[in-house]
């Protein structure tokens, strides 16, 4: 009889486990790698002998695994491990147990495997979430009190990889008070400091955070990870000060890798891109090779429009095998566009591999073409693409050639294009939703209302199919009290989305309530500085008799954006 398909790959698998543990190499694997105390360690891995009875039951356990009998498996090797006292037999049990949905069984195999290895920061944190996740906080107190006490050279890292193990608590005062105690006699250590002041921290006491967190710098004071968290810390107060922190201790240590890319990412969010990008190409001049921060350094530089300097480091990005090769080639052929480098361009887009900047990438391929002049080329080559490729990729490059039309002002076309893709998949959400809109555009209402309703009843739950229908009769003028309902539903569905409270708005205002349509529409802008948002609002402040606001808010939003022409007819409206 043939060994099923299921039987096959736990024998692979077994194989893989016995290389991976060291059980085939036997007491070699103890003097591999591994921070800590290598006397516990040797002690943790022992030279085991590969018997044929632990061979047995180890693959009978791979077995009930590969079946889904994960608590079988567990329970088995659960077993092994307590004969054998081998901390990989045991940490393959624990590991097994988390999937068996077992809590008490997890529990007692994360336990065995620390008390087996108790120098291991993955055996800790298992057995804090196993424990955690049974309530037994006496039982998680005193195995981790235990555990620490045994770390000796270990006892750092095990400090520090506290709160992660506990992480799986809800009630994040517990865990404060957990650390506090399980840290108390180690407070020498500037890693118990550290962990005091990340738990202070997630509890909500930012006060005691910063204070235990010089207690560690008090102990170390040139600690790079304990400054880069007092400076996030302080990010989360006063960004600038935590900027300041990192700034001060980058002067004295150049070369501080993390805290380099930590104030970058605060200038960044800062909106200071230049002296963010001057960061990253700190970096670079120390290693020149470092692919994050020269894809760092290239995004910066595109967003400062610098093109020349971004088309360098993406080009080297390249020569250094990036993994998402895809995006650079995407930001490569965006680069040479923008310089009307067209060919180029073209040449950059048509590499981008398959995968999920493929298709915005032929979609670019068509708009350069159309920025030529080769609308009907334009269209060939995404009919081209679209034959080959997946269902739904096609209904993207369908939605694609809709856009290119649209955009050159060809309403009927680009609804024609949307109309033929739907009769071939009747049900899309996304050409239902295309196809309406385009359908009011050309003066269609009863299709757009119609496929809407299709689309509502499809998908009760997609906001923006309430809110385009409830918009298109507001416009309209028609039946403001169903209008209103559907706004309202979409609100219901997507609270904060700007679109969806500027019809609301609108509606409010179509109705004769100012106030209330104010309102809504000042919310709106907040959320989004939208021309068409800044046009509504415009209005209703016009008519509500503050017309210097109305003006200074139509005149900043023409300012951002000069050539939209709902900004422009209300303005045209109101201001001749």
Wanted: cysteine-free; overall charge negative; hydrophobic content about 45%.
């Amino acid at each position: 009889m043939k060994p099923t398909f299921r039987l096959v790959q736990a024998a692979r698998l077994l194989v893989t486990l016995l290389a991976s543990a060291g059980l085939l190499a036997g007491a070699a694997y103890a003097q591999q790698d591994g921070a800590g105390d290598e006397t516990a360690k040797a002690a943790a891995y022992p030279a085991q002998e590969l018997t044929p009875q632990i061979l047995h039951q180890m693959m009978l356990a791979e077995v009930a695994a590969a079946r889904g009998q994960t608590g079988m498996a567990a329970r088995s090797y659960l077993d092994l491990a307590r004969r054998t006292r081998d901390g990989r037999i045991a940490r393959r049990a624990a590991e097994i147990a988390l999937f068996s949905r077992d809590s008490n069984l997890s529990a007692e195999a994360a336990k065995l495997w620390l008390d087996i290895e108790p120098g291991s920061v993955q055996a800790q944190q298992l057995t804090s979430g196993a424990l955690a996740s049974t309530a037994r906080i006496d039982d998680l107190r005193t195995h981790l009190a235990d555990a620490l006490a045994r770390q000796g050279d270990a006892l750092g890292p095990a400090l520090m990889g506290l709160n992660r193990g506990l992480a799986r608590i809800p009630d994040k005062p517990l865990i404060r008070r957990l650390v506090t105690e399980l840290t108390e006699p180690y407070l020498t250590h500037p890693e118990a400091w550290f962990a005091r002041a990340n738990a202070a921290f997630v509890a909500g006491d930012g006060a005691a955070a910063a204070e235990d967190l010089e207690g560690a710098l008090r102990l170390r004071p040139d600690w790079e990870q304990a400054v880069i968290l007092k400076a996030q810390f302080e990010h989360e107060a006063s960004a600038g000060s935590g900027i300041r922190t990192l700034q001060a201790y980058l002067e004295e240590h150049p070369e501080a890798r993390e805290s380099r890319i930590t104030l970058a990412r605060f200038l960044v969010a800062g909106k200071q891109f230049a002296p963010a990008r001057a960061q990253f190409e700190q970096i670079l001049t120390r290693q020149p090779d470092d692919k994050d921060a020269i894809h760092a350094a290239g995004l910066l530089a595109m967003q400062l429009g610098d093109g020349a300097g971004a088309e360098a480091h993406f080009r080297r990005l390249l020569d250094l095998g990036f993994a998402e090769e895809d995006s650079i080639r995407s930001y490569l052929g965006q680069i040479a566009e923008e310089a009307k480098r067209y060919d180029e361009a073209i040449n950059w887009y048509k590499s981008v591999p398959q995968g999920s900047r493929y298709v915005a990438a032929q979609a670019r391929v068509a708009q350069v073409m159309v920025s030529r002049g080769q609308m009907a080329e334009a269209r060939q080559y995404l009919q081209g693409v679209a034959r080959g490729a997946a269902t739904a990729d096609r209904q993207q490059l369908v939605l694609a050639e809709a856009q290119i039309l649209r955009d050159a002002g060809r309403n009927e076309d680009a609804f024609n294009v949307l109309d033929e893709a739907l009769r071939g998949d009747p049900e899309s959400s996304e050409l239902l939703y295309e196809s309406a809109l385009m359908a009011e555009r050309i003066g269609r209402p009863e299709v757009m209302e119609g496929r809407l309703r299709k689309l509502i009843a499809l998908k009760p739950d997609h906001a923006h199919a309430y809110n385009a229908l409830g918009y298109s009769l507001v416009d309209r003028n028609l039946r403001l009290d169903e209008a209103e309902g559907l706004i309202r539903k979409g609100l219901e569905i997507a609270p904060n989305d700007a679109f969806i409270l500027d019809s609301l708005g609108w509606a409010l205002y179509r109705r004769g309530d100012l106030n209330g349509a104010l309102v809504q529409l000042q919310r709106a802008f907040e959320l989004r500085a939208d021309p068409e948002i800044a046009a509504h609002l415009g209005e209703v402040l016009w008519m509500m008799g503050r017309r210097d606001e109305a003006a200074r808010t139509w005149k900043d939003a023409a300012k951002a954006n000069p050539d939209n022409p709902v900004l422009a007819d209300v303005i045209k409206k109101f201001k001749p």
